[in-house]
């Protein structure tokens, strides 16, 4: 029996989804194996407590960024997962945030070598740029591309300003709070407002969603 025309669409459209899903894991999980591979031990250390004493700054260094592409991969996981379809658009937009987070390990490096305002700088702008960059490609997929499944809009809006904005601020507050404690205190409440918000929205959706039913 002959597939219909739109079948065939259809697999075509969750061939290409599904590769670029795939593409991107690849991208994910090799940049966060290389921040792995260019920590390297001192020449000469005199116990267990000298030798985290000498590579602690690279150690938190390599945890900051592993949370960092951990948190990517989620968010770019859940976008993803909204999706059900891809186009040549969202293909670039996607290499142009991969891109970004390729460059993660060079930037990590250069955090722990140069411990300097200058270096945390360029590591936190990145991160705020892999954020941007994410959000272009949910901004495109749930409204231009038309890309997305059934989203509430108040919910699809939060998750573009959330996407671009929280990744970069988290970041910086985490590496500010390193120096000084008190900033676990605007840390703690980014993230609440981040969470209480997700939720509103999300209950928002749902009794939206529930009215409509039973209209």
């Not at 116990?47 to 938190?60: C, E, R």
């Amino acid at each position: 029996m002959s597939k219909s025309p739109n079948q065939t669409e259809h697999e075509a459209d969750d061939r290409h989804l599904h590769r670029l899903v795939l593409f991107s894991d690849a991208v994910f999980a090799i940049a966060i194996t290389l921040l792995a591979i260019e920590i390297h031990p001192p020449e000469h250390w005199h116990g267990v407590a000298d030798l985290f004493s000498q590579m602690g700054h690279k150690l938190w260094a390599y945890a900051v960024s592993f949370a960092v592409i951990g948190v990517y991969w989620i968010s770019h996981r859940r976008i993803f997962a909204r999706l059900r379809a891809a186009n040549g658009v969202l293909d670039v937009l996607n290499l142009v945030a991969l891109g970004l987070i390729a460059l993660l390990p060079l930037t990590t490096e250069l955090l722990w070598e140069h411990a300097s305002p200058e270096a945390t700088f360029v590591y936190v702008g990145l991160v705020a740029a892999i954020g941007v960059a994410m959000s272009i490609v949910w901004g495109y997929a749930a409204f231009a591309g038309e890309l997305a499944g059934p989203v509430h809009r108040g919910e699809a809006l939060f998750t573009l300003a959330r996407t671009a904005v929280a990744p970069g601020l988290m970041c910086g507050l985490i590496l500010f709070s390193l120096n000084h404690v008190w900033g676990l205190i605007p840390l703690a409440l980014a993230i609440a407002a981040f969470v209480a918000g997700g939720r509103f929205m999300r209950r928002r959706a749902a009794a939206q969603a529930a009215e409509q039913a039973a209209a």
